[in-house]
């Protein structure tokens, strides 16, 4: 942990907690994390432990597990609709209107 920052550590100490908090199925608060970190003699700033714990809160933890890590998950409904829209074809431009003459269209005219 030699080439860790100071803030790298605090944020890998506070995911810690969490997932042992989780492991041992105790609600994850702030609280019980500062007193992991406390414990454990690990310097941390308690917004840092509230951003996560909100992440947290929005994210079950044990879906982040079994999925890797990744955050946010698509539904196939929300796929199927995107393509949808994306096959839906565009309107045709209009076309010009029939009042101009070949001769406009040609040059006919221009200095009549």
Do not use: C, W
């Amino acid at each position: 942990m030699e080439n860790l920052s100071q803030e790298q550590i605090t944020e890998k100490a506070i995911i810690y907690s969490a997932l042992m908090l989780h492991d041992d199925e105790i609600k994850v608060t702030s609280e019980k994390i500062q007193n992991v970190l406390k414990s454990a003699n690990i310097q941390f700033e308690s917004y840092m432990v509230d951003m996560y714990v909100r992440f947290f809160e929005n994210n079950e933890i044990g879906n982040l597990i079994s999925s890797g890590g990744s955050v946010g998950t698509v539904s196939t409904e929300t796929v199927t609709a995107d393509k949808e829209e994306e096959e839906e074809p565009e309107p045709e431009p209009e076309p010009e209107s029939e009042s101009e003459s070949d001769d406009d269209m040609f040059g006919g005219g221009l200095f009549d």
